[in-house]
């Protein structure tokens, strides 16, 4: 059973720094892209940041120049470093994982549970 487990969540001022982190167990055979959504209230859920098993990153515009990704891949872990965090970045915060589960070069999306990340003014 993969399973993928985040923390780092919680309730920041603006301005204020948070550092989420999201570690895949289970039976794992590969990992390729991993990513960090998020989900406001009233809102789709949208991509805020992703990075290729090679390193290669893609990030939103609204978070460009303020939020980091960043994986260990001896740890299967993938993280979110967020600064001079605003009220608008308010959201639940998913992390995203593409998984070979066995030899079968098929890679299943697999999703944590979402952390709540609170930015107050």
């Known amino acids: 059973q993969v399973q993928l487990v985040e923390s780092g969540g919680g309730l920041v001022q603006a301005g204020g720094s948070l550092r989420l982190s999201c570690a895949a167990s289970?039976?794992?055979?590969?990992?390729?892209?991993m990513g960090w959504y998020r989900q406001a209230p009233g809102k789709q859920r949208e991509l805020v940041a992703a990075?290729?098993?090679?390193?290669?990153?893609n990030y939103a515009d609204s978070v460009k120049g303020r939020f980091t990704i960043s994986r260990d891949n001896a740890k299967s872990t993938v993280y979110l470093q967020m600064n001079s965090l605003k009220p608008e970045d308010t959201a639940v915060y998913y992390c995203n994982a593409g998984i070979m589960k066995d030899y079968t070069p098929v890679y299943f999306p697999y999703w944590g549970q979402g952390t709540q990340v609170t930015v107050s003014s």
């Open positions: 289970g039976r794992i055979f590969g990992i390729n892209d």
């Open positions: 990075i290729t098993s090679g390193g290669r990153t």
